[in-house]
């Protein structure tokens, strides 16, 4: 069984930044693409940003390109994102989730990731 657990949430101000950490549990962490969604209250999750198995390759949705960074460690068996020039638009319950398939490429498709974490909640105030 895979267990996900976000951490480093928290109230931040417009321009602010935050880093979260997602720790992963079992032995095959780093044969799976991870990524980070969120989700505003009356809205669908969304792809934030997504990592391959390798960490070689990372991909973003427009919405945070140039302002959010994504990185894993395989040998920690963790995923980061770290968000920077925060905007009130940002705030959203942010979810790390493992790609369903080995070695695959990130998508931006939830139901294409398999096991999730419960979340952690990120606010920007304007």
């Known amino acids: 069984q895979v267990q996900l657990v976000e951490s480093g949430g928290g109230l931040v101000q417009a321009g602010g930044s935050l880093r979260l950490s997602c720790a992963a549990s079992?032995?095959?962490?780093?044969?799976?693409?991870m990524g980070w969604f969120r989700q505003a209250p009356g809205t669908e999750r969304e792809f934030v940003a997504g990592?391959?198995?390798?960490?070689?390759?990372?991909y973003y949705a427009d919405s945070v390109k140039e302002r959010f960074t994504i990185s894993r460690d395989n040998a920690k068996n963790t995923v980061r994102l770290d968000m920077t020039s925060l905007k009130p638009e940002d705030t959203a319950v942010y979810y790390c989730?493992?790609?369903?398939?080995?070695?695959?490429?990130?998508?931006?498709?939830?139901?294409?990731?398999?096991?999730w974490g419960q979340g952690t909640q990120v606010t920007v105030s304007s």
């Open positions: 079992g032995r095959t962490f780093s044969a799976y693409a």
């Open positions: 990592i391959s198995w390798s960490g070689g390759r990372s």
């Open positions: 989730a493992r790609k369903t398939e080995l070695y695959a490429t990130p998508t931006y498709s939830p139901q294409e990731y398999d096991y």
